[in-house]
Nanobody
Framework: QVQLVESGGGLVQAGGSLRLSCAVSGVNVRFYTMAWYRQAPGKSREFVASITAGGITNYADSVKGSFTISRDNAGLRVFLQMNSLKPEDTGIYYC??????????WGQGTQVTVSS
């Protein structure tokens, strides 16, 4: 059974940085496409960044150049380094594990609040 647990969220001023972590059990993240999504109050969940099993990364246009997704060599964690944060980056950030032929797995989310 896949389990994802996000951490690292918090309150930060605009222009600051946070590093989110997603601890994964039940699978090796190196064999999955791992992604971060976020959901702002009153809005639908949106894609932020992803990294494929082959290491190819993809980002939403709104975070390109500011956010970086990575994973550890042990295949146990996925990270989202967030720099130059803006108030519009506020939301709950979710980690997702996916692979063709398998149902996606989601974490419970971690709150990120950016004050102006």
């Amino acid at each position: 059974q896949v389990q994802l647990v996000e951490s690292g969220g918090g309150l930060v001023q605009a222009g600051g940085s946070l590093r989110l972590s997603c601890a994964v059990s039940g699978v090796n993240v190196r064999f999955y496409t791992m992604a971060w999504y976020r959901q702002a109050p009153g809005k639908s969940r949106e894609f932020v960044a992803s990294i494929t099993a082959g290491g190819i990364t993809n980002y939403a246009d709104s975070v390109k150049g500011s956010f970086t997704i990575s994973r550890d060599n042990a295949g146990l964690r996925v990270f989202l380094q967030m720099n130059s944060l803006k108030p519009e980056d506020t939301g709950i950030y979710y980690c997702k594990a996916g692979r063709i032929g398998s149902v996606d797995s989601w974490g419970q989310g971690t709150q990120v609040t950016v004050s102006s």
